[in-house]
């Protein structure tokens, strides 16, 4: 199956980014990509200069930075990019010229005829010299295997990128887990003892002889049952508690303090999103230039065919005195050049460029998928944010008049008005729909973070990582 990766490409290696291997040979094929997000809503001139401002929480900002020094998953990343350094090192000495130094020395025992007798000579023998050792890059196959270093190095740094921003938005999301789950503890807490002090109004009224043993049984299912929704609540709180005190790299034991209010997003999505912005994204950067890596030893392996012309010369002294080891008189030299041609190696160059051209389709194939996963990403995002936002509103209202109904549910049944079905009816009602409201409003702060996570930064600038240290 012969397949030209350069009639499949998505258009983003990248019409939007400008990238693509030196040389670019990239003919892409089109996306129907929008030239903006237009389900954005709000002002249009509306910026954001960072995105963690958009949610104005002292404490998220501090537990980001907490994670981007003791992450170990980050801290794995970063180790990935020294290697890939490293690696790139490698990849590129092999453009310059290999010179060593030897010293040598040695004594020789060997048999010879002297008249009528055997005799045995001993020599000693000493030499000094640099060798060098060149490969001329006749045919770009050491330019291919640099350049495909170097796009290794690039995917590494955005991969760091990529984790560092990834780091910074799981942590957001884990603290709003937290505050969710602190909220509905106490929720499940004040319904708790909402429930019992209402449940020694109906025992006393029991008593006196005015309310019916199947109300106080009622109201004792109904304070039972909140009490396992309370401890329900309180594991909750705790493991949300562990899984973020993990992303900072501290011990897991449910020590973190947290604010009782979940933080309101105040920015709205300025109108407009440019769909280029996409370009930034370190994830598809990285997918981008391993395919770039991917290309250039494609082009190395089919270059592996053709003859290597190498250039060696050696200089230094030869004696058989030390004394004499540094004596220029002792010099001796040797220029050679060698050309290489490969005959017969029983398919193993045939196979090296079937194998380099399958992790090329294969990084063709990755690349493209990052693309429209990318995409349905941001559309994901721009549209939860908009129903988020509606079921945030309606819930709100929900729980302000299940609150109310609650309230005049109980009034009327001390009235004898109602039944307690019905007061145990607007009890649950009530605290369910200010949990439900709890739950939307963590997952449209959420949502906000995807959505950044999707731009891959804010709606105006890049995230920007500092990878120089790691060289």
Not at 53 to 64: I, T, W
Not at 126 to 147: C, P, V, Y
Not at 169 to 176: G, H, I, R
Not at 253 to 264: F, G, K
Request: aromatic letters at 6%.
């Amino acid at each position: 199956m012969n397949w030209d990766y350069r009639h499949i490409l998505p258009t983003l290696c990248f019409a939007l980014m400008g990238c693509g291997t030196p040389g670019n040979r990239a003919h892409l094929a089109e996306i129907d990509a929008p030239p903006a997000y237009s389900t954005a809503v709000g002002n249009p001139d509306a910026e954001i200069d960072d995105w963690l401002s958009d949610f104005q929480d002292e404490s998220l900002r501090q537990l980001v930075d907490e994670a981007q020094r003791n992450n170990f998953n980050l801290q794995i990343s970063a180790s990935r990019l020294m290697a890939a350094f490293g690696a790139a090192r490698i990849e590129n000495a092999g453009r310059l010229p290999s010179v060593n130094a030897n010293l040598n020395s040695a004594r020789n025992k060997r048999v010879a005829a002297g008249g009528f007798r055997l005799v045995n000579p001993k020599t000693d023998n000493f030499d000094i010299g640099l060798g060098l050792t060149w490969e001329l890059d006749l045919w770009g196959k050491l330019a291919n295997r640099s350049r495909a270093g170097q796009a290794d190095v690039a995917a590494a740094q955005n991969d760091f990128v990529a984790s560092q921003f990834s780091v910074a938005a799981n942590t957001a999301k884990l603290w709003f887990a937290l505050i969710e789950a602190e909220m509905q503890l106490d929720l499940a807490t004040k319904a708790h003892i909402a429930f019992a002090k209402n449940l020694e109004v109906v025992e006393q009224g029991f008593n006196r002889g005015v309310r019916q043993a199947l109300d106080v049984r009622l109201t004792r299912a109904n304070v039972a049952n909140a009490e396992a929704s309370m401890k329900a609540r309180q594991r909750e709180r705790d493991v949300a508690a562990r899984s973020l005190e993990g992303i900072l790299g501290r011990y897991p034991a449910d020590e973190i303090s947290v604010r009782r209010t979940l933080p309101d997003i105040t920015r709205p999505i300025p109108g407009g999103l440019p769909s280029d912005l996409l370009q930034r994204r370190p994830d598809l950067v990285a997918a981008e230039r391993r395919l770039a890596a991917a290309d250039e030893r494609k082009l190395l392996a089919d270059k592996n065919r053709w003859p290597t012309l190498s250039l060696t010369a050696n200089g230094g002294t030869q004696t058989d005195d030390l004394g004499e080891l540094l004596n220029p008189d002792q010099n001796v030299w040797r220029l050679a050049a060698g050309l290489t041609a490969p005959l017969f190696r029983g398919g193993q160059i045939a196979g090296q460029r079937k194998q380099a051209e399958g992790r090329l389709l294969e990084q063709v194939a990755t690349f493209s998928q990052a693309v429209m996963t990318a995409f349905q990403e941001v559309e994901n995002a721009l549209d939860n944010e908009v129903h988020l936002r509606e079921q945030e509103t309606a819930l709100q209202k929900a729980a302000t008049e299940s609150v109310a109904a609650e309230e005049l549910a109980w009034e009327q049944y001390n009235r004898g008005l109602v039944d307690i079905i019905t007061v145990l009816d607007s009890q649950r009602r009530s605290v369910n729909s200010q949990s439900s409201l709890y739950t939307v409003s963590r997952a449209r702060l959420q949502n906000r973070v995807d959505l950044y996570l999707a731009l891959g930064g804010d709606f105006g600038n890049p995230a920007i990582a500092d990878t120089d240290s790691y060289k």
